[in-house]
């Protein structure tokens, strides 16, 4: 960082939701105090035991859902490998979801907008012949496009995946209209003495940034009486009607290497690491400085939920950094735009795309003066390629080639996004200028 950048302003995904004190004072707590093996049956073990189940519990308050219901994984990403293969294997046994049409490999139905440990682990699938994936039309603003969803989620489906929010552009998918479309295709599956599909959601972007409630009491088709006349969501509480919910703690303020399930009683799946902990679920010994600052998070998160104004005044700030940073770039002569701009968005997510710019030279230059951000998904921000996820979307490549994701938190303060507003331009400048003509 050169002398002139003055303090860093973190904008990056994966940074910004720096772990609390009081979850740093929990985790440091439990390394002391907590770290024999929760399995063990003498008092020490039934200590770590104990400080794992109370975690639990605050993480299943999160959601609204029983801690019992609850498998704790090393990883949003091996949260969502479970669900995903669990099912399938499942499908494949004989129990749970549809098996395909005929009896041939499952189906699975999806988008080319998810999470990489979605949509790669479906596409490794589908090579390997294991899965048919059916990949959905989405909108310019990468949403699905339920009209015609309709005709892809049917009754000989195993599974869908869908994301709640978008890791990359923030935007809303509209989770109502989906899980109406599987309950249909459940329900007439059922009549014809099938399983149907089960609907699994990707909810690491949205739990503990927006509120989250899984459906309660369970009717035989999956979801719970009383819904949404759309069918599986209710924007104003967060109540999702699905099967089974992927999440992660280092996305609300908790430590990264701590991934959490959740599935409805009822949903069969096959462990992929198979031994005796978390009842049979999961294998491996559990983490539990992790989880238990993982249960702090949670539990400070839903206390931060429930006053609704910091969501808007921060989703304000959002607002305000973008329009300010697109008029000082076409002031320049530099044409840039929201990706995803027109949806319903995260409050924290802004990717913006500079039309003709290299992300990286723009990432390097922002990082010399202090400003850290990254391009597309953090965890593939090494990679020179544009994003799937905005050419998925229909992003021009001009745009998706110099597409720059800043993210909030929710202790990013006016001022810090005032600062890094100023040095962002100033780095737009300096590459417009190097670059030919």
Do not use: Y
Request: proline letters at 4%; hydrophobic letters at 45%.
């Amino acid at each position: 960082m050169s002398s002139n950048a003055g303090e860093a302003i973190n904008l990056d995904s994966n940074a910004t939701t720096r772990p609390s004190a009081a979850v740093v004072a929990a985790m440091a707590g439990a390394l002391e105090r907590a770290w024999h093996n929760p399995s063990s049956v003498h008092r020490a073990g039934q200590e770590a035991r104990r400080a794992v189940e109370l975690a639990r519990g605050e993480l299943a308050g999160l959601i609204g859902a029983q801690a019992r219901e609850l498998t704790l994984h090393a990883s949003g990403t091996e949260s969502i490998d479970q669900a995903v293969r669990g099912v399938l294997s499942a499908a494949r046994g004989g129990g749970g979801a549809g098996s395909g049409a005929g009896g041939g490999v499952p189906i699975v139905v999806s988008t080319r907008v998810e999470h990489a440990a979605v949509r790669e682990l479906l596409e490794h699938l589908d090579r390997r012949g294991e899965v048919a994936v059916r990949w959905l039309a989405i909108d310019r603003a990468g949403r699905v496009d339920a009209a015609s969803a309709a005709g892809q989620i049917t009754p000989e489906v195993a599974l869908v995946s869908v994301q709640w929010a978008n890791n990359e552009t923030g935007v809303l998918q509209p989770m109502g209209a989906v899980a109406g479309l599987v309950r249909a295709a459940r329900l007439a599956a059922q009549s014809r003495g099938l399983a149907g599909p089960l609907l699994h959601v990707d909810g690491t972007q949205w739990v503990g940034k927006l509120p989250a409630r899984v459906a309660g009491q369970q009717t035989p088709s999956g979801f719970s009486p009383g819904g949404a006349s759309s069918g599986g969501v209710h924007e104003d509480d967060g109540l999702i009607e699905c099967d089974l919910l992927s999440f992660s703690a280092h996305k609300f303020h908790g430590p990264k290497g701590v991934g959490v399930l959740w599935r409805r009683p009822g949903v069969r799946l096959v462990p992929t690491l198979i031994g005796t902990q978390e009842l049979g679920r999961r294998g491996g010994t559990e983490n539990v400085a992790g989880i238990v600052g993982a249960g702090v998070a949670a539990a400070e998160a839903a206390q931060w939920l429930a006053n609704g104004a910091e969501r808007e005044r921060l989703g304000a700030l959002r607002d305000g950094f973008e329009a300010r940073l697109i008029d000082g770039c076409r002031a320049m002569g530099v044409d840039a735009r929201v990706n995803g701009a027109g949806a319903a968005r995260l409050w924290n997510t802004s990717n913006i795309g500079f039309a003709r710019l290299e992300a990286e030279a723009l990432l390097l230059a922002m990082s010399e003066r202090g400003v850290w951000a990254s391009a597309g998904a953090a965890c593939s921000s090494g990679s020179l390629e544009p994003s799937p996820v905005l050419l998925a979307m229909g992003v021009e490549p001009a745009f998706a080639h110099g597409s720059v994701r800043f993210s909030l938190s929710r202790e990013t303060t006016e001022a810090e996004l005032a600062a890094a507003q100023g040095r962002v331009l100033g780095c737009v400048e300096r590459v417009a200028r190097s670059m030919p003509g």
